[in-house]
C-alpha cells in the first residue's frame, strides 16, 4: 500500500505563495502518476494539477491554470505543487495521490484514486 504524505500548508495572505510537497517512505514514486486534488468545506474534493511517472506530462485544472505549478524531483521521491498568487477560494485541504490510471483522461473525478493520506491545510485569508 502506497501511503503518500503532503507537506507545506500553512496560513498565508491573498497573492502570496506556497509550495506543496508530496512524498513517500519505503516506496518510490518515480514509477507513478501523481495528482494533487484538494477539497474545501461543504465542498467536494476536485483535482488541481497532474503529472505523469517522467515529468514529461503535465495537466491543472483551469481555475489553476497561470498560478500552479505541478513538477517532480525523482531523485528526492518527491512531487511538489508550486502555488502563486493564492486566493481565498484557493483555501482547502491538498491531497496527493497515486493516480492508477495515470495523468489521462478524467484522472481529475479521483476515481482512479484507491488511497488517500491526511493532506495538507492551506489557509488564504488577510
Known amino acids: 500500500q502506497l501511503q503518500l504524505v503532503e507537506s507545506g500548508g500553512g496560513l498565508v495572505q491573498p497573492g502570496e505563495s506556497l509550495r506543496l510537497s508530496c512524498t513517500t517512505s519505503g516506496f518510490t514514486l518515480v514509477y507513478k502518476d501523481i495528482g494533487w486534488f484538494r477539497q474545501a468545506p461543504g465542498r467536494e474534493r476536485e483535482g488541481v494539477s497532474c503529472?505523469?511517472?517522467?515529468?514529461?506530462?503535465?495537466a491543472d485544472a483551469d481555475f489553476v491554470k497561470g498560478r500552479f505549478t505541478i513538477y517532480r524531483d525523482n531523485a528526492k521521491n518527491t512531487v511538489y505543487l508550486q502555488m502563486n498568487s493564492l486566493k481565498p477560494e484557493d483555501d482547502a485541504v491538498y491531497y496527493c495521490?497515486?493516480?492508477?490510471?495515470?495523468?489521462?483522461?478524467?484522472?481529475?473525478?479521483?476515481?482512479?484514486?484507491?488511497?488517500w493520506g491526511q493532506g495538507t491545510q492551506v489557509t488564504v485569508s488577510s
Open positions: 495521490a497515486d493516480l492508477k490510471f495515470g495523468c489521462v483522461g478524467r484522472w481529475y473525478d479521483g476515481h482512479s484514486v484507491d488511497f
Open positions: 503529472i505523469s511517472a517522467g515529468g514529461d506530462t503535465t
